[in-house]
């Protein structure tokens, strides 16, 4: 008997036909997709593991924030499972830190934080009480509006009495208690990875690469204000019960640290104005990463 071929090998999933390939993790693939004889283009995940997309299917579905792509189609053919949603273009934020090898100033950093902060906190509290769990650089878009957008949300659960069932999330993002077998996990894990990601912003100090420790890093990185510092510390905290309880503490706070004088790198922009070129300040940059390492 002739076994049905999939859709991925004949370039046509669910009838979206296959544009090129966005991304490939464990368990699933991500595709740019669109329809015969339709203008839109959309992102395809397809992948064998059923249960977990159907999961995060069932949570895109609710989802209604402008941090997250909407969700657009699911169903399954002979080699998996797939789901439709939003194509958000871009460039991931990870890619765009390459340009940072020192941290970005403090309010363009501040201000990608602050859009991730609200996604996190309509999750937490104004969508459907979920828990990201995975929060980290290559699961964020910056769009060519200058916005950040939360994408992947493979390993989000909902956040009513889960139990760990295992580890889950990136090492070096994730909290401390997503790596324990049977741990109770709350919100606050996603403050934790949040602290990660805001310091890799300002520092430029990937947390998925060693060394791990990025508070003691942000200790020596002495273009960071004393505002950030402080807020770092609370996320960071491997406590959980030290930490903000949820994301709906995060924006306040940011938008306090924004309204007030920038980083050492916004004064040196402020002085100079226009007659400094981007490759100069790319420079001093430069010249800090060196000079702390």
């Known amino acids: 008997m002739k076994q049905e071929s999939s859709g991925l090998e004949k370039g046509?999933?669910?009838?979206?036909?296959l544009l090129a390939e966005l991304g490939k993790g464990a368990t699933a693939r991500v595709f740019r997709v669109e329809q015969p004889?339709?203008?839109d283009v959309y992102a395809l995940k397809y992948g064998s593991c059923k249960a977990r997309l159907r999961a995060e299917s069932a949570i895109l579905k609710q989802l209604r924030h402008p941090c997250f792509p909407r969700w657009i189609d699911e169903g399954e053919d002979a080699g998996g499972i797939y789901l439709v949603m939003e194509f958000i273009p871009g460039l991931s934020l990870q890619k765009l830190m390459e340009l940072y090898p020192a941290g970005m100033p403090e309010r363009m950093g501040g201000g990608i934080a602050l859009d991730v902060a609200e996604g996190l906190a309509y999750l937490h509290a104004g969508g459907p009480s979920c828990i990201y769990r995975d929060l980290k650089a290559s699961n964020v878009v910056i769009?060519?509006?200058?916005?950040?957008r939360l994408v992947d949300l493979g390993a989000a659960v909902r956040s009513e009495?889960?139990?760990?069932?295992?580890?889950?999330g990136t090492y070096g993002y994730g909290a401390p208690e997503q790596f324990w077998e049977g741990a109770g996990i709350?919100?606050?894990?996603?403050?934790?990875?949040?602290?990660?990601?805001?310091?890799?912003?300002?520092?430029g100090q990937d947390p998925g690469k060693p060394p791990y420790d990025t508070m003691e890093y942000c200790g020596r990185h002495w273009g960071m204000g004393r505002e950030f510092r402080r807020l770092l510390d609370r996320c960071l905290q491997p406590d959980p019960q030290l930490?903000?309880?949820?994301?709906?503490f995060l924006p306040p706070v940011l938008k306090r640290i924004l309204e007030r004088k920038g980083g050492f790198r916004d004064k040196i922009l402020a002085k100079t104005g226009n007659r400094t070129s981007y490759r100069y300040i790319k420079c001093i940059w430069k010249s800090e990463y060196e000079r702390i390492f």
Do not use: W
């Not at 769009?143 to 950040?148: D, I, S």
């Not at 930490?243 to 709906?248: E, I, L, S």
């Open 243 to 248: 930490r903000y309880p949820d994301a709906t």
């Open 161 to 168: 009495g889960f139990v760990q069932g295992g580890r889950a």
């Open 37 to 39: 004889g339709g203008k």
């Open 143 to 148: 769009t060519p509006q200058g916005r950040a």
């Open 186 to 203: 709350t919100p606050s894990c996603d403050i934790y990875g949040f602290g990660k990601l805001l310091a890799f912003l300002l520092t």
């Open 12 to 17: 046509n999933i669910g009838g979206y036909r």
